[in-house]
C-alpha cells in the first residue's frame, strides 16, 4: 500500500522561473493538504483541497501560487515566477477526510519537495 | 503570543536516560493535540495522538494541561533511534482540517 507521493523530490528553479509540484494521496484518500517549512521553522498550512475542488486557500500567498487537484491525476502545487524566498521544502499529505468520534482522521505526509531558487 | 511554542533544545541524553519537554499553546478552543517526528530532512510521521487524560504508547507518554495550555511528551528509557525532532500538533476544533506546527525540539540521544 503505497504511501503519499511527491515528486520530484528535489527542484532547481532560477528566479522567474515556474515550479510545479506534484502530490499523489495514499489509496483512498480524497483529501490533500500543501504545507511549507521554511528552514527552522515548523510546517505552515497552505491549501486544502479535495477532487475538483479548493475548500481552503488561505495559506497561500496571494499571487504567484495556485493548486488544483483534479479529478484524474495527482494534486499540483505550481509557483509562478519563483523568488528565493520561494526556496523551502514543500510536503503535500493526505486523509480519508472523515470524522471519526469527532476526530478527523489522521493526515499522513509525502517524503516532502525540496525548492531551491537560484 | 505565537500560537505555538517549543523549546527548539537541542537536548542531548545518553542512551537509557529519560527526557521531557513541554509545548505551549494560545488558542484555548482547541481541541486535538498530537507529537509528530521529523527526522533531518524527511516527512513528519504521526507519533502519538494526546488525549485529556494522557495516555501512553511504550516508551512515549503524553500528557495534555488544559488549565495551563501545554502538551509534554516523555521518552522513557532513550534510544539511538529517537534521535529526531518532535513536533507539537494541533489543530483548532476537531472538525478543523488545518494542523498548527510548533518549530519542534530536537533530541539527540548519545551512545
Known amino acids: 500500500n503505497a504511501g503519499v507521493m511527491q515528486n520530484p523530490r528535489h527542484l532547481v528553479r532560477r528566479r522567474g522561473q515556474e515550479a510545479r509540484l506534484r502530490c499523489s494521496p495514499m489509496k483512498g484518500h480524497s483529501h490533500v493538504y500543501w504545507y511549507r517549512q521554511l528552514p527552522e521553522e515548523g510546517l505552515k498550512f497552505m491549501v486544502y483541497l479535495q477532487k475538483e475542488n479548493i475548500i481552503d486557500e488561505s495559506g497561500m500567498p496571494k499571487e504567484r501560487f495556485s493548486a488544483e487537484f483534479p479529478k484524474e491525476g495527482p494534486s499540483i502545487l505550481r509557483i509562478q515566477q519563483v523568488v528565493r524566498g520561494d526556496s523551502a521544502a514543500y510536503f503535500c499529505?493526505?486523509?480519508?477526510?472523515?470524522?471519526?468520534?469527532?476526530?478527523?482522521?489522521?493526515?499522513?505526509f509525502g517524503p516532502g519537495t525540496r525548492l531551491l531558487v537560484l | 503570543r505565537k500560537e505555538v511554542e517549543q523549546d527548539p533544545g537541542p537536548f542531548n541524553v545518553p542512551e537509557g536516560a529519560t527526557v521531557a519537554f513541554n509545548c505551549t499553546y494560545s488558542n484555548s478552543a482547541s481541541q486535538s493535540f498530537f507529537w509528530y517526528r521529523q527526522d533531518c530532512r524527511k516527512e513528519p510521521k504521526l507519533l502519538m495522538s494526546?488525549?485529556?487524560s494522557g495516555n501512553e504508547d511504550g516508551r512515549f507518554t503524553a500528557q495534555l494541561n488544559r488549565a495551563s495550555q501545554y502538551i509534554s511528551l516523555l521518552i522513557r528509557d532513550s534510544k539511538l533511534s529517537d534521535s529526531a525532532t518532535y513536533l507539537c500538533?494541533?489543530?483548532?476544533?476537531?472538525?478543523?482540517?488545518?494542523?498548527?506546527f510548533g518549530a519542534g525540539t530536537t533530541v539527540t540521544v548519545r551512545a
Open positions: 500538533v494541533f489543530d483548532f476544533r476537531s472538525n478543523d482540517y488545518k494542523l498548527s
Open positions: 494526546v488525549y485529556s
Open positions: 499529505a493526505s486523509s480519508p477526510g472523515q470524522i471519526t468520534g469527532g476526530i478527523r482522521e489522521t493526515q499522513y
